[in-house]
């Protein structure tokens, strides 16, 4: 039978239990964040099960989906980290991805490390934040062969307030060319009655998470299976000057600026600027290097593609693909975006227990491609 799927899970084990009666549901997940669900449980399905399974922390929500071709895919599994609104016949229960509990667990001593990668790092850093009193989980390295680079990291361990595992996996995928890093539920065992999660990443020579295969989604069909799509598209981001300012203070401020005056004279814009800044760097050639590369990168407005999708697609079914692939995406008649299919990185996937999910695409410049 196809369709969503809700169980209590274990946190600490991953041990899948009771199915959840629900009123309704709403789940998010979003590149390089916490997953979230958020359900309405009827109370008195409530009173007939133990209340480890349904308690913050140590209970958590395993959604899944039964597609088509007959294989239900964990889509997001977690902890309970709040309660929400409480009626007298429901309670409202707001669940997260794994990526929560690593959100507060920080690095209490200091660890360095050499000649490594950034992906490698963040798996050490699982490691670290799961050696300590009640601190195992079932998370295991999903990424292989990325544990030899040139990358290299201190963390004091005094610094606490700054140490949070999900804040330096954060930092660690916002380095440029820095890896996606999520932690994905899987089945840990061929009668699905546990789950486990696995961290995965991008890796040096390739940032991504590497994926099986490429979805494909043609908005321009006439088979339904993505009754929805827009653009979104904003100017906010024109500028024909950018300053960017160095290290100094007053007066001895390193600066440069980059400019392109095209569209003020053969458009009529009124003219633009803004300013960046990079604190530690002293040189105006590459102060000017970095206002150019900002510049060139604000020429043109910028679009985000949204689709719906049916979750039991035959080709596309939810489960199969994930957030942080690249999908073909076919369009046409839209103002700022050429007629034509081209790759575009998912970045979020949402939705609720009907039958459609929503997709937002990596905003990206079409114009002058």
Known sequence: MTGYGLHWIHTTTGQVGPPITVHNASWSIELNKTEEISLTVDKKHLNTITPTWWEPLSGGVLLTYTAADGITRPIIAGPITDWGKETTTSLEIKAEGLRAIFEKRTIWQTLEYRKTTLGEIAWALAVHAMDRPGGALPLVHGTAGDAVGERERTYEGWNLANNLIGKRWTELSGVINGPDIMIRPRWADDAQTRIEWALVHGTEAYPFIAQDW?????????????????????GKNLVHRIWCTGAGEGEGTARAHAEILSNVWRRDQPFVEDVMSDADQASPDVLRQKAHGE????QAMIDQVTLTFAANSQKTPLGSFFV???ANVTLAGWRTIPDGTRPMRIIKMNGDLSPQVTLD?????????
């Not at 979805?215 to 088979?223: C, E, R």
């Not at 510049?295 to 604000?298: A, G, V």
């Not at 695409?361 to 491609?369: D, H, L, R, Y």
């Open 214 to 234: 490429v979805p494909d989604f043609d908005t321009t069909a006439d088979l339904g299976e993505v009754p929805d799509v827009s653009v979104t598209s904003s």
């Open 295 to 298: 510049l060139l990168s604000r």
């Open 324 to 326: 942080g692939d690249t």
């Open 361 to 369: 695409f990596q905003q990206a410049q079409w114009e002058n491609a």
